[in-house]
């Protein structure tokens, strides 16, 4: 059971990245998938989840409108297209997977974690 999150850097307000995450195909085809994040300080907080097949999405309001989450079952990869950044986006980011197929906001509906990507977005 693995997870490997990628993508982050340093960025400027306003600028993009593109966060992937590759899972062992066994703990991916079936499960929902989350991105999280943590800032210094901070608690974890959720970012946005995707279901089994894609077929539902969500995300926290602070991120609606400049996240989108999509993933491909092919390649055991979850993304996160991250528009408009802004400081208050700073932070490690997450993935992990869920223990059913469907997605949720409350980490402890996932079981595996990866090891987490650094975002800093400059002012």
């Known amino acids: 059971v693995q997870l490997q999150a990628s993508g982050g850097g340093l960025v400027q307000t306003g600028g993009s990245l593109r966060l992937s995450c590759v899972a062992s195909?066994?703990?991916?085809?079936?499960?929902?998938m989350g991105w999280f994040r943590q800032a210094p300080g901070k608690e974890r907080e959720f970012v946005s989840a995707?279901?089994?097949?894609?077929?539902?999405?969500g995300y926290a309001d602070s991120v609606k409108g400049r996240f989108t989450i999509s993933r491909d079952n092919a390649k055991n990869t979850v993304y996160l297209q991250m528009n408009s950044l802004k400081p208050e986006d700073s932070a490690i980011y997450y993935c992990a997977a869920g223990r059913g197929s469907w997605w949720s906001r409350d980490a402890y509906n996932y079981a595996y974690w990866g090891q987490g990507t650094l975002v800093t977005v400059s002012s």
């Open positions: 195909r066994r703990m991916f085809s079936n499960n929902g």
């Open positions: 995707i279901s089994w097949n894609g077929s539902s999405t």
